[in-house]
């Protein structure tokens, strides 16, 4: 029987909320657990940066904090077993010292697992209306296989 769509919509932005909540407080495990292992991380804009899943938990449980986020009208859409999550969302983040506070778009696809049958995120990106071309610098330095 199909999951009404609003239910569906309220399950996975519980999930984003839980993701969230477990980068403020720092807890690998949590996101380790809520990510697929081919989970990437991209940085839009107009010079992008990804990183990969090894690169996102050991960036977002250490120098790039998340502080504070605020999630505006939010778009959930069920593609058979992929969900698409897409919401404005006014960040607080932190490289090292670095402030990287603003409005953000914010586009995650989410993929139930075939083993657990749960929803894990393979994919999130983010980007901002205006372009900061040393923050991709920064997410490159991240990246773990250079």
């Known amino acids: 029987m199909a999951e009404p ?22 807890d690998r495990k949590a996101m380790r657990g809520m990510m697929s292992r081919d989970f990437i991380f991209h940085l839009g804009g107009s010079r992008g940066a990804i990183l990969d899943r090894p690169s996102w938990l050991d960036a977002s449980s250490g120098r790039f904090k998340l502080e504070a986020y605020r999630f505006g009208e939010i778009y959930a859409r069920k593609l058979g077993k992929t969900a698409v999550f897409v919401t404005p969302v006014q960040f607080e983040m932190k490289m090292g010292a670095r402030e ?21 995120l393979v994919e999130r990106v983010i980007a ?6 040393d923050m991709a610098a920064a997410i490159r330095d991240l990246q773990l296989w250079r």
């Open 5 to 26: 769509m609003d239910q569906f919509a309220a399950k996975i932005e519980t999930l984003e909320h839980q993701l969230m909540r477990a980068w403020m407080v720092r």
């Open 128 to 133: 901002r209306p205006e372009s900061d071309e």
């Open 100 to 120: 990287w506070t603003g409005a953000f778009g914010l586009t995650d696809i989410w993929q139930k697992s075939r083993l657990r049958r749960n929803w894990q």
